[in-house]
């Protein structure tokens, strides 16, 4: 084989389908409570976090790959590392904005953006919020949520920015918005493979990833 023609380039997207499709299956395995305005409870929010990472991280991957093999057809390009700047300029992907929130919310969680948040604790039980703000200097968030708002969250997805609120709700926009970019790159991308008709196991049973989202919000 040419020297420029390899016989494999290193993409692990595909291989964080399982580990996805395990956290979601753990997930749906407990009973779903509602966050309040402070938090989700512990099972709930690490679960959704750890899968929004995982995604994100699927999605990067395989467009890395695209972007690989778009700079092999036009050498002399220099094309946007940011994800949704290049689906946007390279292959005019509508959705590049609820990219562009995806990876706000797993940067949210990668590099622990922090708030302060303020509630009381009433002699009846429970915990009234009083507010939520996000510390400066801890975050890249471009822009940054409004200031005041009682639960922060993007502008298209709606998608929790405060990362230990993330819960179920979040994982289904997140992967909503994964599976139609990666869709999208099997039929539209560079190097046309189908990207989401691998095959892992959910809760003991055998589905393409594309049919996951399907599966997980058939679950009550």
Known sequence: MAQNSPDYISVIGPQLYQPIADLIGKLLARPYQEPDRISSNYFEGGYAA????????????????????YTRTVPTARPS????????????YRRHAHLHELFEVRNA????????????TPAAGGRRHKGSSLVPNSHRLSP???????????KRLR???QPTRLDRTDVAKALA?????LKFLSAKGYEHVRLTAHR???RGKLISFS?????????P
């Open 50 to 69: 750890g899968i929004i990472l995982l995604l994100a991280a699927a999605v990067e991957s395989l467009v890395q790959r695209d972007r690989y093999f």
């Open 81 to 92: 590392a940011k994800v949704s700047e290049y689906m946007k300029l390279i292959h005019g």
């Open 109 to 120: 969680v990668a590099h622990n953006h922090l708030w302060e948040i303020r509630y009381a």
């Open 144 to 154: 940054p949520p409004v200031a005041g708002a009682r639960v922060p969250c993007t």
């Open 159 to 161: 998608i929790n920015l």
């Open 177 to 181: 918005a994964s599976l139609h970019l």
């Open 200 to 202: 892992v196991s959910l």
């Open 211 to 219: 049919d996951l989202l399907r599966e997980f919000t058939s679950v």
